[in-house]
């Protein structure tokens, strides 16, 4: 993701949201900037990952401006060119 950003970072907001329960959000923010991730970190709770369906570690989701999930990848899946192409037509 850290070489797909800068080019839509414009255009797509980029957010982690962190599903566990016993990190502080300023830990999670020491830690993004540690791995120089250049995108906001937040928390997660057990209503939004039922809503948005994790059920898994490392969930990617694409949620489109009208609030629908257009893409989503579970662990190990979603290669760059792919993230590309769903940020291209997002923001087409």
Do not use: C, H
Not at 56 to 75: E, H, L, N
């Amino acid at each position: 993701m850290k070489e797909i950003q800068p080019k839509f970072a414009e255009a797509v907001a980029f957010i982690a949201v962190d599903i566990g329960y016993s990190a502080k959000l300023a830990d999670l923010r020491t830690f993004a900037e540690e791995k120089d991730y250049p995108w906001a970190v937040g928390q997660g709770n057990v209503n939004m990952l039922k809503a948005f369906g994790v059920t898994i570690q490392s969930t990617k989701i694409a949620v489109d401006a009208d609030g629908i999930i257009v893409y989503r990848a579970g662990y190990g899946e979603g290669t760059s060119e792919e993230w590309a192409r769903v940020f291209s037509t997002m923001v087409d």
